[in-house]
């Protein structure tokens, strides 16, 4: 391990042979770091963080601390972040409640500067939160989605797989999967069709992708129309069947 003399790592952490970890930093007791991860100075590991491989945690990010939530009661719980991820200056992520038990960061993921990963929050693989975007407690996010900077997010919104939320918008509603969102106040301005043609999705994909969002966001349907319609009208491929079941199981309703 490369540790730095001024760091102070508690005897019951968990550190790989060879993560590195720079001056001043604390880690605290049940802390788990996986091979690989870096991590910078005066960074604060609370109990019960665990973080996989080849992560890099910069200057100042506070993960796994507390959570802000007058509901916890001292419970043991956790906050698990997935290989690969980054996490920048100032970040803060909070661990779990009784409520889940953790909050979740998955793989790949990209928390800039002054993000805000609040208590029992589930974010998927290859997610990116700009600087300064707040996640409140409960938020659900789907692989691939990318959160501008400055952006709240209500507590138990869900955000669709692939959506793109441009800086500086308020979030109180949940995302349809595959948009692309802006305004003020927020609303579906279309497919995300750049994003998802740079993933490699198919033109043909993209066309019924496209008639499914006609339906639901440009017609004079509201939401319960659209989607018999999209049943009976559009190619149930299995990016459509997605969309219906997040719109059945969405408890704040999507976003117009």
Known sequence: MDIHPS????????????????PFSIIHEEAEIGAGTQIASHV????GTIIGENCKIHHGAVLGTLPQDLKFEG????LSIGDGTVVR???TLNRGTHWRGKTVVGKNCFIMIYA???HDCLIGDNVILAN???LAGHVEIGDFVSI???VPVHQFVKIGAHSFIGGGFRVQMDICPYALMGGYPLRTLGLNRIGLKRRGFTESTLQILEKTFRL???????????VEKIKTEVEPIPEVKYILDFIANSTRGIVK
């Open 216 to 226: 639901l966001f440009k017609s004079n349907l509201n939401t319960t129309q659209a």
């Open 116 to 118: 805000h990963v609040a």
């Open 7 to 22: 760091a102070i790592i508690h005897r019951n952490a968990k550190l790989a042979d060879d993560v590195a970890v720079g």
């Open 148 to 150: 501008g900077g400055v």
């Open 75 to 78: 419970e043991k719980t956790y």
């Open 132 to 134: 300064s975007a707040n």
């Open 44 to 47: 604060l590991i609370d109990a």
């Open 89 to 91: 200056e100032y970040a």
